[in-house]
C-alpha cells in the first residue's frame, strides 16, 4: 500500500509541474496534466480497494519544526473508501476534460488549468488520509484555495468572480468552526493527533462534546451545503468548468460527509445523546425537500444540478442521522445499517452527479447555452450523450434498477425500522421524515422528466440546438465510464455491501454484511428476508423480460413491427418550435401548489399594436423565485456587518502614531489578562 500511496501522489505532482514546464505547446500540456490525473485515479482505485480489504490500517508519519504539527497519514477503511470514490470520479473526469479542454483552447492557460485540476485531486485525497488536525486544516484550506482557482477560470464571464467570492467567504466561514471543533478535542487531549482525539482515555465533558457536535455540523455543513449553508453552491457549480462541477459536486462535498463521520462515530464515539441523531435527521430531511424544490424551478441546467447536490446531501445525512440514534439505544445493528445505507448513497451520489455535470458540459460544449429553454431535439444530434444523461437521470431519480434506487430503499428500510425504538417521538418522527423522502423522490423524478424531456426531445427551440454536434470521443469515455459505475452498482450491491461493511463495522461494533445479504448475496435483507427484501438482478432481469416479452406478444399477436413516420397533428397548422411544451410551463403547476414556499414573482410586459389595443405586437413573461433564506437570513447579516463597518471606519485614520498606540494598549490588555 506504500507503494501505491507513493506513486499516486507521484502521479498528482507530476501532473501539477510538467505542463508548467512546457510553454506554447497546450495540446502536449493538455495531454501531459490530464493523462497525469488519469494515472493518479487507476493507482487510487487500486490504493482504495486494497484499503478497504485490508487488516491493518497504513500509517505514515514525519515529524516538523512548527509545534504540534506532523505530517501524518493513515489509510483505514474509512478513509480507503472516500480515496475510491475520490479517484473514480478524478479518473472519469479526467478522460473527459482531454476533450472538453479544447473549449478553452487559445482562451486561457491549459497547463495553469491542468496543475491547478492536479492540485485539487491531490488535495482532496490528502484530506482524507490526513492523521493530525494541524495538517488536515492546512489541506483543506489548500483544497478551498484550489477549488477556488478553479471556480473563477473564466473570470471574465458575467457573474463568475462574485460567485468565487461568495464561494471563498462561506468556505472560510466553514473553516473558522472547524478549527473551533479541534480546539475543543485539543484542550481535552493537548494533542492535533487524531490519535489522540480518538483515545478512549480522553473523555471531553459532556456540554463540550455537544458544542463539538454543533461546530463540526456547521464547519463542515458549509462545505456539504446542507440548508440554510447551501447558498453558494448554485452559484460556484455553473460557474466552473464542467468537469471541475463534476468534482465539486460529486467529490469534493463528500470530504465534509468523510469529516462528519470521523468526528462524530471515531472522535466521538460511543453514547450519543439522541437528539444529536433527530438534529442531523431534521437538517437531513430539510435539505432534501428543499434541495429537490428549488432545483424543480431552475433553468439553468448546471444550477438544477447543483440543487440536486443539496437534496443528496439530505439523503445521506438522513442514513447517517437515523444510525446515530439506533446508536443512542443500543441497536448496533440498526446503527450499521443507517451507516451503511449513507455510505452507500456517497458513492452512488459521486458517480450519477458527475455524470449528469458531464452531460451537461456536453450539452453547452455543443450549443454555448446553460438554458434549457434554448435546447430541444439534441438526442438526435448528440445520440451518446443523451443516453449517458438519461441512465444519469434515471439514477438520481431513483428508479429501478439503478444505484439510486437500492440505496434509497435501504435509507427507507432504516426509517421504518423506527418500531424497535423505546421512545413514541422518535417512533413516529422517522416515518414522518420516510414521508418527506418520498415526496423528496417524487419531485425529483419530476425534475429530471423535465431536465431530460425539455432538453434532448422534440423539435430544437433555438439555433444552437439546431447545430449542436456530439462531443469528441474522450468526453464520451468519460461519461460511458461513470454511466457503466451507476449500472454496476445498481445491479452488483453483493459487491458494495461486504466493502461497506468493513466500514460501519468498526465504527458502530457489529458487522451486518452477511445478515444484510441472503441467498449468496443475490437478495438484499436488511433484516430478514420475510420483512423486506430486494434483489436488483432478478429485478432488472422483470424489466427487461417483461418489455421483451411485450414486443413479442406484439409480433406474435399483431402484425409484424415495422417503424413508420407521421407528422403529428397539429390542428391544420405547422409545427413550431413555439408550439412545444417549455420548461416553465412544465413547473407552473407545481409552482402554484408550492406557492407558500417558492414566493413567485410574476412579470407581465405587452406591447400593443398602434392601430389597435386588440392586436399585441410583442409581450414578455418573467418570473422569479424569491430565495428565502438570502433575502431573511444573509441580507440582514450582510447589512448589520456594512453597518458595524461604518460605524467603525472612524479608528481608520491614516495615522501611524493612532496605530501604534493601537498595538500599545492591546499588548497592556493582554499582559493585565495574563496576570
Known sequence: MATLLTVLLVCYLLGGLAPLCIPGRPDLQNLLAHGCAAAGGVVGLALGVIGLLAADP?????????????????LDPLAAFFVLTISLVGLAASIYALGYMAEFTGRLSLAAIGSLLNGFLLSMTLVVLADNGFFFLILWEMMSLLSYALVVTEYEQPGVREAGLFYLIMTHVGTAFIILTFLILFQETGSFSFEGFRHPGQRLPEGLRSLA???????????????????????????????????MSGVMIKTAVYALIRVYFDFLGGQFPWWWGFTILVVGSVSALLGVMYALMEHDLKSLLAFHSVENIGIILLGIGAGMIFHTYGLHELAALGLLAGLYHTINHAAFKALLFMGAGSILFATHTRNIEEYGGLLRRMPWTGACFLI?????????????????????????LSFQLPTLLLKLMLPIVAAMLALTGALALACFAKAFGMSFLAQPRSTHARHAREVPLSMRIGMGLLAGTCVLLGLAPMLVVPLLDRITGPLTGVAIGAKVLALDGWVVAPVTVEFSSISMPVLAALLVGSGALGLLLARMIGKPLRIRYYKTWGCGLNLTPRMEYTATGFVQPIKRVFGTIYRPTVKLETEFLEQSKYFIKHQRFEFHIEPLFEKYLYKPVVAFLLAMADRLRIIQAGSLHLYLAYIFVTLVLLLLWAV
Open 213 to 247: 457536535f454543533f461546530t463540526a455540523l456547521i464547519g463542515f455543513g458549509a462545505k456539504a451545503g446542507i440548508v440554510p449553508l447551501h447558498v453558494w453552491l448554485p452559484y460556484a457549480h455553473p460557474a466552473a468548468p464542467s468537469h471541475v462541477s463534476a468534482l
Open 392 to 416: 444519469g437521470a434515471w439514477s438520481i431519480a431513483a428508479l429501478p434498477p439503478t444505484n439510486g434506487f437500492v440505496s434509497e430503499w435501504l435509507v427507507f428500510q432504516t426509517l421504518f
Open 58 to 74: 497504513l500509517t505514515v508519519s514525519l515529524s516538523s519544526n512548527i509545534p504540534y504539527l506532523i505530517f501524518a497519514l493513515r
